[in-house]
């Protein structure tokens, strides 16, 4: 299975969303991260089909989109980030609901709904409204409507926003299960979730795909340029005036600071080993909001 986008672009009047994007995509786990306004929804309606893009094409195994049909979405699952639940259905109603609009017939339906319900911990709740589940349970049940058709291409929208640290455990060991086998594009502004269980990471910034790597070697590009500092209060708002600042932690009526920078702060500075969270700030820590809200109107 491979997922290629080609001279992807999407713009709305003077305003480009995604700028020529390229890539190829196998199974496995990407990380999309990016700043508010990077493109990411923008990229990721594209690739369901929700929106048409302005030029570029998208490719499954070869075959284009257009060209594919309707047989393209029998291969797509998509949670999107503000999923709309029928709050009078029962869980169980709602997936059957769900299988309808995707084409499968009631048998399979109903065999697939129960054994999705078991993977994502409601079986106890499948016949209870949905409007008594809690947010953990409905993003669970996203999931499960996701993967409803056994999709090779699973995109997932902040799907552990407003999550507690165990749901978003559970919920990042249930995508990490799912993702045998499949190409599955998981967009979240939660670094930390990303670096747990992405395979590869794509960055974006104002429209472009900045980076495509691996885990484990992403953050080489900025080995050498992520600082630690042990300094005054006074020295410590100085720091924060002219570097972008990782972490900030008070010690004994001193600071520690951890920084990115091209070249060593100060002399008592020593270099840290580089992390997703310092990456994304190398990238991102200086773009003003003007630059974040200008690309992206999705």
Not at 33 to 38: E, I, K, P, T, V
Not at 179 to 190: E, F
């Amino acid at each position: 299975m491979e997922l290629q986008l080609q001279n992807l672009s999407k713009q709305y009047g003077e305003k480009r969303a995604v700028q020529r994007l390229n890539a190829r995509l196998t199974p496995g786990v990407y990380g999309l991260l990016g700043a508010n306004g990077a493109g990411k929804t923008t990229l990721m309606r594209m690739i369901c089909g929700l929106l048409k893009p302005t030029s570029g094409a998208i490719l499954l195994n070869e075959a284009a989109m257009e060209e594919l049909g309707e047989q393209y979405y029998t291969h797509l699952g998509y949670m999107p980030q503000d999923f709309g639940f029928y709050p009078e259905f029962t869980g169980r109603e709602f997936m059957l609901y769900m299988a309808a609009v995707k084409g499968l017939d009631k048998k399979r339906a109903k065999s697939r709904s129960q054994k999705l319900f078991s993977m994502v911990n409601l079986q106890e709740a499948a016949d209870k409204k949905i409007k008594t589940y809690s947010g953990g349970m409905k993003q669970r049940l996203g999931i499960a409507q996701a993967v409803l058709n056994n999709p090779a291409i699973l995109i997932l929208d902040e799907p552990t926003a407003g999550l507690d640290p165990k749901e978003r455990v559970s919920f990042r060991n249930l995508i990490s299960q799912l993702s045998r086998n499949r190409i599955v594009i998981l967009s979240t502004h939660i670094v930390s979730d990303v670096s747990c269980i992405a395979d590869t990471i794509l960055m974006m910034k104002q429209g472009r795909l900045l980076l495509q790597e691996p885990m484990d070697t992403v953050t080489d590009s900025i080995r050498g340029k992520v600082w630690e500092v042990l300094v005054s209060e006074r020295q410590a708002v100085e720091y924060s005036r002219r570097f972008p600042i990782v972490n900030l932690h008070h010690e004994k009526g001193k600071v520690r600071l951890r920084m990115v920078s091209e070249t060593m702060p100060a002399a008592e500075g020593r270099a840290a080993e580089p992390d997703l969270e310092d990456l994304f700030l190398y990238h991102f820590g200086n773009q003003t909001q003007e630059e974040m809200e200008d690309v992206d109107p999705i």
